[in-house]
């Protein structure tokens, strides 16, 4: 272990579990590699385990620490993160540092990001609805031009993602072939039918619409990021939204490597030179607002002319960005560190 120099700060690692009565252990835990890389650069870190009949001893917890780190999904199980991220404003106004803070999340760690970057070089012609009816009187006409991508504003895992084609047939009544992300076969309904389907999800704030992505079955790139740094990657082949067999077939879990990674270095520079400097400018963020621990998913986008590979913008995660490389917690320990030294 590396001796820390000094003793910057203590900061808890909050995540949601049904052990929230009992006595959550750092060695144990599935962060347990992030306690450890915490404490080689002398933050000493807590485990806090929230569940929403607990935040009053979560809050008299978090009031006494430094920062907190985080790890909880915006939808889990029917269950929403209204009454954390209301208790995180409120530490947060006490002078307890949050990563990622709901503000924050709220900028960056929504689809809505996909349509407030569509300008970046990152970006595609992506739509975005603020109604049901402005749905119901744009979408069919984007999908004259090809499939399209329907995003609810807040989810996980798929839920509330859709490719959408029209099939030829009467105009009194068109058709379309839907496949839901967490799905593995589309099904052909009305539009107006699908339309009904999504108009829960304004609940959200809003709907993303996007081109699909022809090359979406050759992988999706996953960056790992530290505040403004990439902290690794991660690849893999999807099942999600792609319906050739043969692609299907290749499909596999996510391979994760380091930020050394010589295949996505082209990405790694994007990321770090170009693409951070613009998201925090239209999102109005300081650099230090930036997350602990995000990520970014790429999927590939058309061939430039020299052969070399485009990328576009997926999704930003930062709500619960977990598993994450081995070698992203060291980053991580570094950012925190970095973050508590400036309030000294």
Avoid at 130 to 146: Q, Y
Wanted: net charge negative; charged share 30%; with cysteine.
């Amino acid at each position: 272990m590396i001796q820390p120099q000094s003793f910057l700060g203590r900061v808890a690692i909050l995540w949601r579990g049904d052990d929230a009565h009992g006595k959550p252990s750092p060695e144990t835990s599935r962060f347990k590699a992030v306690f450890a890389a915490l404490a080689d650069v002398g933050v000493d870190a807590e485990p806090v385990v929230y569940e929403n009949d607990v935040l009053e001893a979560v809050r008299a917890q978090l009031v006494n620490l430094d920062g907190v780190l985080v790890w909880v999904n915006p939808i889990h199980e029917g269950r929403n993160r209204a009454k954390l991220d209301a208790l995180l404003r409120e530490v947060a106004s006490r002078g307890v540092w949050v990563s990622a803070h709901p503000d924050v999340i709220l900028k960056m760690g929504t689809k809505e990001v996909l349509h407030r970057t569509r300008m970046m070089s990152w970006g595609c012609d992506t739509a975005l609805y603020r109604t049901a009816e402005e749905m119901r009187s744009e979408l069919s006409s984007r999908l004259v031009a090809g499939p399209r991508v329907i995003k609810r504003n807040r989810g996980n895992g798929g839920q509330g993602v859709w490719k959408v084609e029209l099939l030829p047939g009467a105009r009194n009544r068109p058709m379309i072939r839907v496949l839901d992300a967490t799905k593995d076969a589309s099904e052909e309904v009305p539009v107006e039918e699908f339309l009904e389907r999504c108009v829960e999800y304004f609940e959200d704030g809003c709907v993303i619409d996007q081109p699909f992505q022809a090359r979406l079955g050759q992988g999706v790139v996953r960056c790992y990021m530290a505040g403004d740094r990439c902290a690794g990657f991660g690849h893999h082949k999807v099942k999600a939204l792609v319906e050739d067999p043969a692609a299907r077939a290749e499909a596999g879990p996510r391979l994760y490597t380091s930020n050394a990674d010589a295949r996505f270095q082209h990405l790694r520079r994007l990321m770090e030179d170009e693409w951070i400097p613009q998201l925090t400018s239209l999102l109005d963020m300081a650099r230090t607002d930036l997350p602990m621990i995000w990520d970014a998913d790429f999927m590939l986008g058309p061939l430039r002319g020299d052969g070399t590979d485009t990328y576009v913008l997926c999704e930003i995660n930062v709500s619960s960005v977990f598993p994450i490389p081995d070698e992203a917690p060291a980053e991580i320990a570094r950012r925190v560190a970095d973050r508590l030294e400036s309030k000294l």
